[in-house]
C-alpha cells in the first residue's frame, strides 16, 4: 500500500473516487473538526482542575484522532471482501475481552460498571471497539443467510447474545440497547421473516426490563427521567443540569467557550453529555446545524446502501449508517430529557480514544461502500446470435 495513503492530508487518490464517497469523507472530517472544537471547550476547566493542565484531555484525544486517521485510511483504501475476511477474529478477540472486564482485578471500574482494561496507561474499553466489526459480522451472516445451514446460523446468533450478555453484564444498559437495535435493523434491512424478528425483539425487551429490574441504579435513572425536578438534587441531578444547559443556550448561544454549565455544575461534561456544552454555547441554531449535518450523512449512506449491488456490502452501510446516526441521536435524546440518561458516547466529539476508533473506523467502512458501489459497471454485449447467451463484461476504474 502506498504510505502517502495512510494520511488524508497526502491522499491524491481522493479526485478519482465517487460523489458519495468525497461527500461522506468531507462530512466525516467536518464531524471530526467540529467535535475537536467543542472537546476543547467542554474539556478545559476539568483538565486544569483535575490535571493541573486545561489541554490535558485535548491533547490526547488529538493523539486518538491521529491513530485513528490512519486505520480510517488504510480501511477506505482496502477492498471490503478483504476486510469481512478478518471480520470475525476482531469479533472474538474483543468478545473476549469484554468477558475479561467482568474478572475482578483485571476490569477497570468506573461509575460502579467494569467496561476497561488498563493495558499500561492505555485504557481498552472492548464494547466500543467490537461495534464496526458487530456491523460488518451482521452483514455478512444475514446478507447470505439463504445459502446458510441452519448450523452456522445458530452459531453466530449464538456469538451475538453472547457479546450481547456481556456488555449487559458489565453492566452498561445503554451499549447493549444500541448493538442490539443495530444486528435487529440489518437483519429487518436484509428481509428475515418478521416471526424471527419480532421474537427477537421480544426477547431483547425482556432483558431490558430485567436488567432494569435487577440492577437499582438503572431503575433509578429512569424513574428521574420520568420527572427529574422531584429529586433535583439526587438522581435527577444530572439531567437537570443537562436541561439547564441546553436550555440557557436559547436561540443563538452563549457563545463559544462561554458554557456555565460545564463549569463543575453539569457531571461528566466531556463525554456522556457533551451535546448539552454544545447546545448551550450555540443555541438552538447550532443544534439544528448539528443535526442537518446527521441528517445529510444518514441520507448519503441510505443512497449509498441503495447503489450498493452486493447485499453484505448494501447492508454494511445501513448497519454502519444506522450505528453512526442512531448513537448520535440516543446521545442527544439523553442530554435534552426525550430519553432516560445513559452513558453513551457522542461519535467524534465525546472524550475518549475507544470511541474515536469506532466512530472513524465504521465511517470507512461506509466510505469503502462507497467506492465500490461505483467501480464496477456492466455493460451488456449486442448478441451475436440468437442462440447464444448474452455476454457481459465488467469495467472496473483504478482503486
Known sequence: ????????????????????????RWLTLIWLFVGLIMLFSASYAVADARQGDGLYYFKRQILWVLVSL?????????????????????????????FVTLIPGLGKKAFDAARWIAIGPVPIQPSELIKPFLVLQSARLFGQWERLTWRVRFTWLGIFCLVLLGIIAQPNL????????????IALAAGLPYKYLGGTALGGIVLATLSISIKEYQRKRVMSFLNPWADATGDGYQLVQSLLAVGSGKTWG???????????????????FIFAVFAEEFGFVGSMALLILLALFATLGLIVALKAKNPVNRLVAIGVTILMVGQSLLHIGVATGSLP?????????????????????????????????????????RRTRENKPQRRIFQKTKR
Open 70 to 98: 490512519i486505520g480510517f485510511n488504510i480501511i477506505v483504501n482496502l477492498p471490503l471482501r478483504k476486510i469481512l475476511r478478518v471480520s470475525h477474529w476482531f469479533l472474538a478477540l474483543f468478545l473476549i475481552l469484554i
Open 174 to 185: 445503554s451499549t447493549t440497547a444500541l448493538c442490539g437495535m443495530t444486528i435487529w435493523l
Open 341 to 381: 440518561t445513559t452513558g453513551l458516547p457522542l461519535p467524534m466529539f465525546s472524550y475518549g480514544g475507544n470511541s474515536m476508533i469506532a466512530s472513524l473506523v465504521a465511517a470507512g467502512l461506509l466510505i469503502r461502500v462507497a467506492r465500490e458501489s461505483s467501480e464496477a459497471e456492466v455493460l451488456p454485449l
Open 254 to 272: 452563549a457563545g463559544y467557550g462561554l458554557s456555565q454549565q460545564k463549569l463543575f455544575y453539569l457531571p461528566i461534561q466531556d463525554t456522556d
Open 1 to 24: 500500500m502506498n504510505l502517502r495513503r495512510l494520511i488524508p492530508i497526502f491522499d491524491n487518490s481522493v479526485s478519482s473516487w465517487a460523489l458519495e464517497a468525497r461527500l461522506l
